[in-house]
């Protein structure tokens, strides 16, 4: 069965940076695009951007261009995000999820919770 | 951004009962509305695609319906499982916008 394991929890200090992993199993990860979404209380759910693991390519919401860089291993099958310059804002859970042949997102992560604190 | 205007925010229903929530485009999305569920605690999970087609393994009692900018799931005969916030979702342009969210609960 399709599963996306995320890394875990983590805690960074205002003007860092992190690196959140996803890793496939279950399917061909050259095969599906992966999508990054941000979930906040006040704000709901975002979408970050999406990577085709077998080009690498990326397209961005312009909202995090510059505040998000998405990379794959495809040695690995492992997704990556990786959050700069972060601010209390940007405290929130991180998914990833698989796009499906149907444009839309057939399977989650579990979720990455980041929180920005000093 | 198309802005997708989920109504009612929250949501209380009996078991057995049935239930609709709406989500408004900011303009016309030509179906390309997804649904998600999303129980405690738990990650968002994909019910309906294309406006009214079911995924995979859930459940008849969920239905989708709609076009242009507006849209609607239903779900039939409420069960203690379906308490969950939903989302709807438009793919039709980027950025892929979501609604704010139906928490919907048991009376």
């Known amino acids: 069965q399709v599963q996306l394991q995320q890394s875990g929890a983590e805690l960074v200090k205002p003007g860092t940076s992190v690196k959140l992993s996803c890793k496939a199993s279950g399917y061909t990860f050259t095969s599906n695009h992966m999508n990054w979404i941000k979930q906040t209380t006040g704000q709901g759910l975002e979408w970050i951007g999406i990577?085709?693991?077998?080009?690498?390519?990326?397209s961005y919401n312009v909202k995090f261009k510059g505040k998000a860089t998405l990379t794959v291993d495809k040695s690995s099958s492992t997704a990556f995000m990786q959050l700069s310059s972060l601010t209390p804002e940007d405290s929130a859970v991180y998914y990833c999820?698989?796009?499906?042949?149907?444009?839309?997102?057939?399977?989650w992560g579990q979720g990455a919770s980041v929180t920005v604190s000093s | 951004d198309i802005q997708m205007t989920q109504s009612p925010a929250s949501l209380s229903a009996s078991l057995g009962e049935t239930v609709t929530i709406e989500c408004l485009a900011s303009?016309?999305?030509?179906?390309?509305l997804a649904w998600y569920q999303q129980k405690p605690g738990k990650s968002p999970q994909l019910l309906i695609y294309y406006a009214n087609s079911l995924n995979d393994g859930v459940p008849s009692r969920f239905s989708g319906s709609g076009s242009g900018t507006q849209y609607s799931l239903k779900i039939n005969s409420l069960q203690s499982e379906d308490v969950s916030i939903y989302f709807c979702q438009q793919n039709y342009d980027s950025p892929w916008t979501f609604g704010g969210g139906t928490k919907l609960e048991l009376k």
């Open positions: 303009e016309d999305i030509y179906s390309n």
């Open positions: 999820a698989r796009l499906s042949g149907h444009y839309v997102m057939d399977a």
């Open positions: 990577i085709n693991p077998g080009s690498g390519g990326t």
